[in-house]
Every structure is written in C-alpha cells, then in structure tokens.
C-alpha cells in the first residue's frame, strides 16, 4: 500500500507537498477504508482535482520519476521492454520561476507491504543522488529500524544490511536502493522492498492503448471475468473477447458481441475508440484489483462514461470487492462522481496554482473557509467546486483569493 508521497521542488511544485493516503478520523463512510492488520487504516482511493495547468498531473509524475529512478537500472540489466524505464536518464525537473532551479528535487516516500512499512527518502539534482536513506517498521512487532543513509560524507549500512558491501566507486546517479536491487536482489528486505516498487505500484498512461494491452492483458480467468463484469456494468452488448499472439510478441484482440441472439465477432480495431480506451483501462483495474496492487492514472476520466468511472471507483470502495487492499489514484475533470455518496472528503484532493506559478496541494478534509470553518460531509462538493469555494478554480490558472487555501 502506498502510505504518503511528500516532494518538493519538482516541476510546479516549488514547496513542500504532502499527498497522504492515511485515512482521517471522520465519520463518513467508515466501511470504506483499508484496515491494516496492525490498526492502521488507508484510503482505497484518492481523486486529484484541478484546473487545466493547474499542476495536478506533476503530482503523479512525481511519484513516476522516483519509481523511475529506482527501476530503470534494474530493468536495464534485464531483457525488459519498458522504453520510459530504458531512457538513458531519469530526470528530476525543479522548479523553474526562483531559486529552487539550483536546489534539489526532494522526495519522500511511506510504503507498506505485507510484512513491513518502510521510510524512502531521496534528494537529487536532477539526476545526482544528494541524500537518501531507507528505514523500517516490522507490522508484527513494531519494531523499528533504519537500514541505510548516503550522504555527502559516504554510505552507512544499518541493520539488516549491516553485513552487506558496497562499491567504493558507487555512481552519483545510482541511487543505493538500485545498486543493492542489483547485487543483493536475493536478499529477504531487498526483495521486500523492491517487489514494491516493480509489483506494488503501476501507473498507466492512455498514450498506447494497443501496447498497454498487451502488457496487461492475461491467460488469468479471474481478470477476464472481472474485465466482462465492468464492460457489462457499461450494458455494452460485448459478451465475451478472446486474445490471438501474433509474431514479434504482437497481439490481436477480437470481441464478441450479441444482438438480437445474434453473436458477431469484431477485431478491437476496427471497435470504436472508446471500446479500445476500455480495453486499455480494465486490465490494469481488475489486475489492481486481484493483485491488491497501487493503480496510479491520470486522467482516469478521459473517455470513459460516468457510469463506469462511478462503479470502478466502488469498486475499490467495496472492501467485499476489494480485498486485498488495493489503491486506486488518479486525476480527473469529471465531476459526477465528486459528492459525498461515492467519496469521503479525505480522498478528494485539489491542485492551485499560486501566483508565483508554483502548485499547492491539499485535500478537501483540511481546507477552511475565511471563517474558518471545515467543509461539512453532506455538502454539494461539486456545485462548491464549480463556485471556486475550495480554491481550486476549474477555469482559472490562478487563484484570485490565495487566502481560501490554507498557508
């Protein structure tokens, strides 16, 4: 499970940003939330709102960029297919309109997974590694514990990687965490870690959506099912797909549909673009689903019909559905789906641009008025929205009133 995702300095985001997947003592929806077997409770969704410019996109790419970063040396010693891990390098951007363009990009990153929670946190100038450091909390005991710091001064290993030896001629653009993946990826709290990173989290990106499904699409019968439920919910007249392989790992789609007791097969391009969008997106929800994995997409929105886009938000809301913890995170514009029946006010979350260019984030359980008084649970959410009340104008690129958002 993804915990909390602090940066700072990346992008539009020139200050500290905090997005927390923690869920807030409120009383709303109370058998919506992930309870961790130590107590602890999480949010199975969080929503990104905001104007178009606005920075909400740079929050997920964020989170991309530091997955990226410990990944791509990893995937690069492995036959992987990954070309956005397989660049030549993987850059942090800091923001550009003050002094921060010399500073470095800040990351810090909560995760759990079965076994542990873990503390990452990593500084770097552009692609040079500043300052980074890993420590541990064991679920069973409460135990903590750190496992190792790199700075300016050198590397010091800790705990369980107290045994472990690192190259004296370690690359600045290396972070630890991917030299360790690479030469200790036998090692129980490496694989740990790592796993989450390769398998905990996945992010998907509309650009291909022939290509996403062929990375997601499965020989499992339960993503299938799953997929046919979702596509059925739409009361799309699509019964039943079926995957061909094709030479150079292509793949070949073919839906069969019912009308009139009548089944006709299509091939998935010659469907319509948003039956190729669907195809794209319900891999990746069903395999979340299943694997209890974090599903990070911008613009979750984006040709996809409200209807859908409401059950596939339940759907991870549904701890029936949903049990094995997983998380779904993404970015929209849609506001059908912004009210009090389908989210509790800590899993929405709004991105304003200041004046100075730079994002701020927060979420819609902290923020307060001039009066100071907290948005109520049964408000109209998206009709406050629409007003501009939360700060986060959907047709400004600035705030006009800085002062509704808090300092």
Request: hydrophobic share 40%; net charge negative; charged share 30%.
């Amino acid at each position: 499970m993804l915990c909390q995702f602090t940066v700072k300095n990346y992008k539009s985001i020139r200050d500290e940003v905090t997005f927390d997947m923690q869920a807030a003592a409120i009383s709303e929806h109370e058998n919506r939330i992930i309870k961790d077997q130590d107590g602890e409770m999480y949010l199975p969704v969080s929503a990104i709102y905001g104007p178009n410019g606005g920075g909400k996109s740079n929050v997920l790419a964020a989170l991309h960029t530091l997955v990226a970063k410990i990944l791509r040396p990893l995937y690069a010693t492995e036959d992987n297919e990954d070309k956005v891990l397989l660049q030549k390098r993987i850059i942090a951007q800091p923001f550009a309109f003050s002094d921060s363009k010399n500073e470095p990009t800040e990351f810090e990153l909560f995760f759990r997974t079965k076994s542990a929670e873990y503390r990452y946190i990593l500084y770097v100038k552009r692609d040079v590694v500043i300052y980074e450091s890993l420590d541990r909390v064991k679920l069973e005991t409460g135990r903590r514990s750190a496992l190792y710091t790199r700075d300016d001064k050198g590397i010091v290993l800790k705990g369980a990687f107290a045994k472990l030896k690192v190259s004296d001629d370690l690359s600045k653009t290396l972070t630890l965490l991917s030299y360790l993946g690479i030469a200790y990826k036998e090692n129980a709290v490496v694989k740990d870690v790592l796993n989450w990173f390769q398998l905990g989290v996945k992010f998907l990106n509309y650009g291909n959506p022939i290509q996403e499904l062929r990375m997601a699409i499965s020989t499992s019968e339960d993503v299938k099912h799953l997929m046919l439920e979702m596509i059925q919910e739409m009361d799309l007249d699509i019964v039943d797909f079926r995957v061909e392989e094709k030479e150079n790992d292509r793949i070949e789609v073919f839906t069969k549909h019912l009308v009139d007791d009548v089944e006709t097969e299509l091939s998935l391009s010659d469907e319509s673009s948003g039956t190729k969008k669907l195809f794209g997106l319900l891999p990746f929800i069903a395999a979340s689903l299943l694997d209890g994995t974090v599903l990070v997409i911008d613009e979750l929105d984006a040709k996809i019909h409200p209807v859908l886009l409401c059950h596939i938000i339940m759907m991870f809301n549904d701890m029936n559905i949903n049990r094995h913890k997983a998380q779904l995170i993404f970015t929209s514009h849609d506001l059908s789906t912004m009210n009090s029946e389908v989210f509790r006010r800590d899993e929405i979350w709004f991105v304003a641009k200041g004046n100075a260019q730079n994002s701020k984030l927060y979420s819609l359980v902290e923020f307060k008025n001039e009066k100071g008084e907290s948005v109520r649970k049964d408000a109209k959410f998206d009709k406050q929205y629409l007003e501009g009340k939360y700060g986060a104008d959907p047709y400004l690129r600035r705030i006009i009133d800085w002062g509704k958002v808090n300092a």
